[in-house]
């Protein structure tokens, strides 16, 4: 398994998520070549962003392209000094029966398969109808998702906050005030439409930080803001939903392929086919569409846009934000 670490700090002149290097939106490596690595910190608690979702971003951009890249968080401890071991962690669901014999052929496995939660002070649990879970392909849906989110965490933690996220774009956001227990923070059921294509749902919890002595959450050292907001957090990897029934899981760039093909240069249609699906769709489609891609739009797209769906428009305006000035 390759792991790409930190991969927006710069080590030796060089940042692999610099704007120069990588899309944000579509996720589409600038260099060239496809990416190989199979996971990306999106917690390094040694390591932080100011922006501590920034991560999550670029690895829900890589998910919306099509890689299938497992988040993970670590510590990155170099010493004892400055930072708390384990403070940022990766929990592999395997099996536990026998902690000193875990099977690491079968944690392998499950760490491919996505079948990690993501660790800062909170452990985040997610099901689609009481049966899928993280990793999993859900299928044979019916017209609504039962989707719930178990938030648990040690007892100087707490959680104020759980969103749950769909193709990256955030679709529930859920205030928690009283904690369930001491140890399990939060339990959130939603009931969502089930879409007509595949969606990868995500869930994130967070909370106020630690403010003890005994688990100060380090400020990045190297930072973007001289603000820093300081958050506990617990994440999913995801939920794969097989919302257009075809037994497989199809990312957003693919279907944007597939629209752009059929849509040619029309951009009528292209804004009618993009009506059928996400925010996440249309950028990849945006990103793709002749006259869109590498340009800014060109008047016939800025037309259609005015009497497009607001997702189609949030897309193309988050595509556009990536163009060159």
């Known amino acids: 398994m390759v792991v790409l670490n930190h991969p927006r700090n710069i080590h030796s002149n060089f940042q692999p998520f610099a704007s120069t290097n990588f899309n944000p939106v579509t996720g589409e490596n600038r260099r060239g070549f496809e990416f190989s690595f199979d996971a990306i910190e999106v917690v390094n608690s040694s390591a932080l962003q100011s922006d501590l979702m920034l991560a999550f971003h670029d690895w829900l951009a890589l998910l919306n392209y099509g890689y299938r890249v497992t988040a993970v968080g670590s510590s ?3 010493d004892v000094s400055r930072y708390i071991v384990g403070q940022g962690r990766s929990y592999v669901i395997c099996d536990h029966s026998s902690p000193g014999k875990i099977n690491v052929e079968e944690a392998c496995r499950s760490f491919l398969k996505g079948r990690v939660l993501v660790s800062l002070g909170l452990l985040t649990q997610m099901t689609v109808n009481d049966k899928f879970g993280v990793g999993d392909l859900a299928t044979n849906l019916g017209e609504l ?6 938030v648990l965490g040690p007892s100087w933690t707490s959680a104020d906050r759980v969103e749950l996220y769909a193709n990256g774009v955030k679709i529930r956001d859920q205030k928690v005030e009283t904690p369930v227990s001491p140890v399990e923070k939060s339990r959130v059921t939603w009931i969502i439409p089930k879409p007509a294509y595949d969606v990868h749902l995500v869930a994130i919890a967070s909370g106020p930080p630690v403010n003890r002595p005994c688990w100060p959450i380090p400020k990045p050292y190297q930072p973007s803001s001289r603000v820093w907001e300081p958050r506990v957090l617990g994440a999913t ?14 990312p957003p760039r693919a279907y944007a392929k597939e629209i752009v093909q059929r849509a040619g240069t029309d951009v009528t249609k292209l804004m009618a086919e993009l009506a059928k699906y996400d925010e996440a769709v249309a950028a990849q489609a945006a990103s793709l569409f002749p006259g ?3 340009i800014a739009p060109s008047g016939e797209i800025e037309t259609a846009l005015k009497s497009a769906l607001q ?14 000035k």
């Open 237 to 250: 990897n995801p939920i794969w939903v097989d919302g257009d029934g075809d037994g497989k899981f199809t």
């Open 292 to 294: 869109a891609a590498g």
């Open 76 to 78: 990155d401890c170099h």
């Open 311 to 324: 997702h189609v428009q949030r897309g193309f305006a988050a595509y556009a934000t990536t163009l060159p």
């Open 145 to 150: 998702m039962r989707v719930t989110v178990t």
